[in-house]
């Protein structure tokens, strides 16, 4: 498993003690083994630590993530809409867009779409739109 995150230390040490404790060798050498061992583990965990959010840090990333499909489908149905028309009122639709996403992995899709609108590059917006619903079909 240590091998999987790149922790080949790990990985070797854990080995080694495995094929030791196998092979009926003395306490004192499992021993030095386990502590070999432990000594790369505790970086990998530490880091691993490092990664993991509180609990309450979590909860609310998961909420944060809840995306109300069928409101950013509708939305996203109307901006494309006035993009193919043409019209600058899509614009106006950005806040509630960006409110919908925020915190879901699709955020990082809107500050193109924005440029884009807010240079009146209405094809370009438009394929961000699309872009967007075909995200919207991804599990996330």
């Given amino acids: ?21 196998q092979a009926d060798t003395s306490r004192a050498r499992l021993e030095a083994l386990l502590a070999e061992m432990v000594a790369q ?28 499909r069928p409101a950013l489908e509708a939305l996203l149905l109307r901006m494309q809409a006035l993009l193919e028309a043409g019209d600058t009122e899509v614009s106006d ?14 955020a990082d899709a809107l500050p193109p779409l924005q440029q884009a609108i807010d240079e009146y590059a209405f094809d370009d917006a438009l394929t961000q739109v699309q872009r967007l619903r075909a995200a919207m079909s991804m599990k996330f």
């Fill in 1 to 21: 498993m240590a091998g999987h995150i790149g922790a080949y230390l790990v990985q070797e040490r854990a080995q080694a003690l495995e094929t030791a404790c």
């Fill in 41 to 68: 583990l505790e970086p990998v965990l530490c880091g691993l630590q490092a990664l993991d959010p509180p609990a309450e840090s979590a909860a609310t990333a998961t909420e944060a993530m809840a995306l109300d």
């Fill in 93 to 106: 639709w950005l806040a509630e867009l960006s409110a919908l996403v925020r915190g879901s992995p699709v």
